[in-house]
């Protein structure tokens, strides 16, 4: 589908930020990002774990400062 952005009173630095946000919005430079090379199943659910276990950490310091 493609992505159209208005030029207001010739505002092209606006345009170009609106369209790089609704674009970055959309997720497509991490689908890029993610398609550049294959990952095995394996060591993506490895990396998902490693992840979850980070934001946990992170989370339950956050909850022992309050």
């Given at each position: 589908?493609?992505t159209?952005?208005?030029?207001?009173?010739?505002?092209l630095?606006l345009?170009?930020r609106?369209?790089?946000?609704?674009?970055?919005?959309d997720?497509?430079?991490s689908?890029?990002?993610?398609?550049?090379?294959?990952?095995?199943?394996?060591?993506?659910?490895?990396?998902?774990?490693?992840?979850?276990?980070?934001?946990?950490?992170?989370?339950?310091?956050?909850?022992?400062?309050?």
């Amino acid at each position: 589908m493609a992505t159209q952005v208005t030029v207001k009173n010739g505002n092209l630095d606006l345009a170009l930020r609106k369209f790089k946000q609704k674009v970055a919005r959309d997720g497509v430079p991490s689908e890029c990002k993610k398609r550049e090379s294959y990952i095995k199943p394996g060591v993506a659910r490895r990396a998902a774990k490693k992840e979850g276990i980070k934001n946990s950490k992170k989370r339950n310091r956050k909850d022992n400062r309050d």
